[in-house]
């Protein structure tokens, strides 16, 4: 390959290795110059202001790459922006501004970078903005309450990453024990589960001594009529979270929650947000098919494929555990089991991409709510049937690769 490896040893201080690979990154333009003839990029100047050293580097080297000139500068503005020219004009025919966070992450993807240089306004989608707050945590200790395992599991690692300090609660009631014991800045509490829901939870805590009874508490659930949220709101929550979780929202919420110190509670919802909010939604969620894929990749990108496969791990084995006590809740018509083991696959259903088992997951808990006997049995055939389908899915696509 070209490369070195070295070894140094010295005794009562141990060994250093050394290994050097030669590699080409930067020797190919991320986008060929080729393409760019007709744009005319040679008349191009571009100007970096307030760029760290790092990004510097990396973008000066790109845009070379496409024949433009580039010139770096300071001024006490301390605003990080990228200026382009056009030939000899001294005024920038086009300006960017960035988050702080830029000379940490520089998170410029090529493409938004080649659509800046040809004087189209770069489009800054949502794992851009994740990318800015991806270490926006400084330690703060954040209280989780969700019972289902893939949840935890997905949004423990995320928020880790971020870095915050997260400890996880499996019912309301574990997490009020949690909230006596220990200092939190936050809690996400989950609405459905087990031996003390959320809402009921939230209301315990407010009733405790000051300290504890101000934590911020952000609701997290699917369900987001006006009805729903509005009930977060009497149960004494601050903030809704909706689920699937979304981690460019999400971390985004969280850094200006902690940057702004927020913790009033949001005003009451009109019926016409209420109804949009309802009838808005990525068509993908509609989708026919039993995997979102889109999902599932950003599942993946936001894990890495260790947590991934892992949080699929736990996916499978929960809702096969959970179809079987909806079958046997089944036998005895008991609907309100039934209605819970279904908002609990709904849930992680949602979270891995499985949008066609969430959707009948959902028509099944409605019909347990609304006492729609007649339903039921259909539903809890379409719930199992999909389960199994959405396992195969998995694997056909070759995301799920179960250990030997």
């Given at each position: 390959?070209?490369g070195?490896?070295?070894?140094?040893?010295?005794?009562?201080?141990?060994?250093?290795?050394?290994?050097?690979?030669?590699?080409?990154?930067?020797?190919e333009?991320?986008?060929s110059?080729?393409?760019l003839?007709?744009?005319?990029?040679?008349?191009?100047?571009?100007?970096?202001?307030?760029?760290?050293a790092f990004?510097?580097?990396?973008?000066?080297?790109?845009?070379?790459m496409?024949?433009?000139?580039?010139?770096?500068?300071?001024?006490?503005?301390?605003?990080?922006?990228?200026?382009?020219?056009?030939g000899?004009?001294?005024?920038?025919?086009s300006?960017?501004?960035?988050?702080?966070?830029?000379?940490?992450?520089?998170?410029?993807?090529?493409?938004?970078?080649?659509?800046?240089?040809?004087?189209?306004?770069?489009?800054?989608?949502?794992?851009?903005?994740?990318?800015?707050?991806?270490?926006?945590?400084?330690?703060?200790?954040?209280?989780v309450?969700?019972?289902?395992?893939?949840?935890?599991?997905?949004?423990?690692?995320?928020?880790?990453?971020?870095?915050?300090?997260?400890?996880?609660?499996?019912?309301?009631?574990?997490?009020?024990?949690?909230?006596?014991?220990?200092?939190?800045?936050?809690?996400l509490?989950?609405?459905?589960m087990?031996?003390?829901?959320?809402?009921?939870?939230?209301?315990?805590?407010?009733?405790?001594?000051?300290?504890?009874?101000?934590?911020?508490?952000?609701?997290?659930?699917a369900n987001?009529?006006?009805?729903?949220?509005?009930?977060?709101?009497?149960?004494g929550m601050?903030?809704?979270?909706?689920?699937?979780?979304?981690?460019?929202?999400?971390?985004?919420?969280?850094?200006?929650?902690?940057?702004?110190?927020?913790?009033?509670?949001?005003?009451?919802?009109?019926?016409?947000?209420?109804?949009?909010e309802?009838?808005?939604?990525?068509?993908?969620?509609?989708?026919r098919?039993?995997?979102d894929?889109?999902?599932?990749?950003?599942?993946?990108?936001?894990?890495?494929?260790?947590?991934?496969?892992r949080?699929?791990?736990?996916?499978?084995?929960?809702?096969?555990?959970?179809?079987?006590?909806?079958?046997?809740?089944?036998?005895?018509?008991?609907?309100?089991?039934i209605?819970?083991?279904a908002?609990?696959?709904?849930?992680?259903a949602?979270?891995?991409?499985?949008?066609?088992?969430?959707e009948?997951?959902?028509?099944?808990?409605?019909?347990?709510?609304?006492?729609?006997?007649?339903?039921?049995?259909?539903?809890?055939?379409?719930?199992?049937?999909?389960?199994?389908?959405?396992?195969?899915?998995?694997?056909?696509?070759?995301?799920?690769?179960?250990?030997?």
């Open positions: 390959m070209g070195e490896v070295r070894v140094g040893s010295k005794e009562g201080w141990g060994s250093s290795f050394l290994v050097a690979i030669p590699h080409s990154y930067f020797s333009p991320l986008v110059g080729a393409l003839e007709d744009a005319r990029v040679s008349t191009k100047r571009a100007e970096l202001c307030n760029v760290s990004c510097e580097e990396a973008l000066s080297k790109q845009l070379h496409w024949n433009c000139d580039v010139n770096c500068v300071r001024d006490n503005s301390e605003q990080t922006e990228i200026r382009l020219f056009e000899e004009s001294q005024t920038p025919s300006r960017h501004a960035y988050e702080p966070g830029f000379n940490q992450h520089c998170y410029i993807s090529h493409k938004e970078l080649i659509n800046m240089v040809l004087g189209e306004q770069p489009t800054r989608n949502q794992s851009n903005q994740a990318e800015v707050f991806e270490q926006s945590g400084e330690g703060q200790r954040i209280l309450a969700e019972d289902s395992l893939p949840n935890q599991l997905v949004i423990k690692t995320m928020l880790e990453r971020a870095g915050y300090q997260i400890d996880i609660a499996d019912n309301g009631l574990a997490a009020v024990e949690l909230a006596e014991r220990n200092a939190y800045q936050l809690i509490m989950d609405l459905s087990p031996i003390m829901d959320g809402a009921q939870a939230t209301r315990i805590i407010r009733d405790k001594t000051s300290e504890i009874a101000s934590i911020p508490i952000w609701a997290m659930t987001v009529t006006k009805d729903d949220r509005q009930h977060c709101f009497d149960a601050n903030e809704f979270v909706e689920k699937p979780i979304s981690k460019p929202e999400l971390l985004a919420k969280l850094h200006k929650f902690f940057e702004e110190d927020l913790s009033d509670s949001l005003p009451a919802i009109t019926d016409a947000e209420a109804d949009a309802a009838k808005t939604g990525d068509p993908q969620k509609t989708d098919n039993v995997l894929e889109k999902v599932v990749e950003q599942l993946l990108e936001d894990t890495g494929e260790e947590i991934f496969q949080v699929l791990e736990l996916f499978i084995s929960e809702t096969e555990r959970r179809i079987s006590q909806v079958q046997q809740a089944t036998l005895v018509d008991d609907l309100e089991q209605e819970k083991e908002h609990a696959i709904k849930s992680s949602a979270s891995v991409g499985a949008v066609r088992l969430g009948r997951a959902k028509a099944l808990e409605a019909a347990c709510r609304q006492r729609e006997s007649h339903r039921v049995s259909e539903l809890v055939a379409e719930v199992g049937a999909l389960s199994a389908a959405s396992l195969d899915a998995l694997k056909s696509h070759n995301l799920y690769k179960p250990s030997i």
